[in-house]
Nanobody
Framework: QVQLVESGGGLVQAGGSLRLSCAAS????????MGWFRQAPGKEREFVAR????????DYADSVKGRFTISRDNAKNTVYLQMNSLKPEDTAVYYC???????????????WGQGTQVTVSS
């Protein structure tokens, strides 16, 4: 099991940028593939991005491709989500999660953070 704590959310105008961080503790962070998800009010939690163990492979939802970048620093036990060109429809609570498998589905992720709110104003 790994404990995850997100930070970096906030209020930003459309077109702006935010960088989310997710700090991990507990089990060996480098042994987990990591993902970012988001959940808007009244909607299901959806996949945003994922990254492989060493960070060499990444995958993005079509809605964020070209605007968001996922990265990780295994020495710091941290995964990041750089979000550029933000849109009002990006408004959601953002969660990081850990998994042993390479997957997009929320059911494949065993450990979750508490989430951080991102609000994009028009």
């Amino acid at each position: 099991q790994v404990q995850l704590v997100e930070s970096g959310g906030g209020l930003v105008q459309a077109g702006g940028s935010l960088r989310l961080s997710c700090a991990a503790s507990g089990r060996t962070f480098s042994g987990f593939k990591m993902g970012w998800f988001r959940q808007a009010p009244g909607k299901e939690r959806e996949f945003v991005a994922r990254i492989s163990l060493a960070g060499s492979i990444t995958d993005y939802a079509d809605s964020v491709k070209g605007r968001f970048t996922i990265s990780r620093d295994n020495a710091k036990n941290t995964v990041y989500l750089q979000m550029n060109s933000l849109k009002p429809e990006d408004t959601a609570v953002y969660y990081c999660a850990a998994t042993r498998v390479w997957a997009r589905q929320t059911s494949n992720y065993s450990d979750w953070g508490q989430g951080t709110q991102v609000t994009v104003s028009s």
